[in-house]
């Protein structure tokens, strides 16, 4: 069987490129500002990676794949222009805006996954060094989409302005403690489901005016019952609970509120 010639091969890519570029799709090559990722598995930087990136630049990169395959994101590096709020140069993943050298780790999307960068126009720095691949099963943690490593106060805000919730001891005996959450409700709902992230596994969660998806592991998801689900913008909402535990004492490492994640006090 003869065998194709390079020139034949290269001409054969070109039209998959041509093809790709047609409908729209821009194939995303490492140091590039922006484009369209395909593989299982890749690597994103900001232009010119690992030299300074130009100023006044705005890169969309998006990462695709099937609409029930998860994606995960995290950087390995991060580098960029500090400042309070990022309001200069920032990166955002899901709605979670991350600057200066605070680390995205393990943020989740499915079926697509879009990562934006910006650069203004005074401060050059060496920019970021990011990570994805397609995830399954316990690989995805449901709702975990901003877990960060921050190595600064300023490196970190949301797209809307971070609304903050309290989690407050009020008992402790052995292997249990009660505590309220207290939440300062960001958006008029009908509805609302927060999810909470433990340090620590727990066996058991005891919750009297909501409905929890499971009493044990690291994540639980509490929806309300019938009666409390309308709440108004600014509203405070306050969930007596109990856990119980084996071993480390577990904590409220993280949570959200109807899918946007909230600032813990």
């Known amino acids: 069987m003869k065998r194709p010639t390079c020139g034949v091969l290269m001409g054969e890519l070109l039209k998959v490129v041509l093809l790709l570029t047609a409908v729209g799709v821009s194939p995303g090559v490492m140091g590039d500002c922006g484009g369209t990722y395909l593989d299982a598995k890749g690597t994103i930087t900001s232009p010119g990676y690992p030299n300074n990136y130009p100023m006044n630049q705005l890169c969309v990169y998006t990462i695709k794949a099937s609409p029930d395959t998860r994606i995960k994101f995290w950087c390995e590096e991060m580098k960029l222009q500090e ?45 970021f060094l990011c990570h994805y691949e397609r995830v399954t099963g316990t690989d995805y943690e449901e709702q975990l989409t901003n877990t960060l490593t921050a190595s600064s106060t300023t490196g970190l805000r949301y797209d809307a302005p971070c609304e903050c919730a309290k989690v407050i001891q009020k008992n402790e005996w052995r292997g249990n403690f009660q505590s309220d959450l207290v939440i300062t409700v960001p958006k008029a709902t009908t509805s609302w489901s927060i999810c909470l992230r433990f340090s620590q596994p727990i066996s058991n969660l005891r919750v009297w005016i909501a409905n929890p998806s499971t ?47 909230l600032c813990l006090q």
């Open 83 to 127: 400042s309070v709020g990022c309001t200069k140069d920032w990166l955002m993943v899901n709605g979670v805006y991350v600057c200066g050298k605070t680390k995205l780790r393990d943020v989740y999307g499915q079926g697509e996954l879009k990562v934006e960068f910006r650069s203004d126009n005074k401060i050059k720095a060496p920019g």
């Open 215 to 261: 009493t044990t592991g690291r994540t639980v998801t509490l929806t309300n019952k019938s009666y409390n689900g309308n709440q108004a913008q600014g509203s405070i909402l306050k969930i007596d609970f109990i856990v119980s535990y084996t071993g480390v004492k577990p904590a409220v490492t993280s949570l959200t509120f109807n899918g946007s994640p």
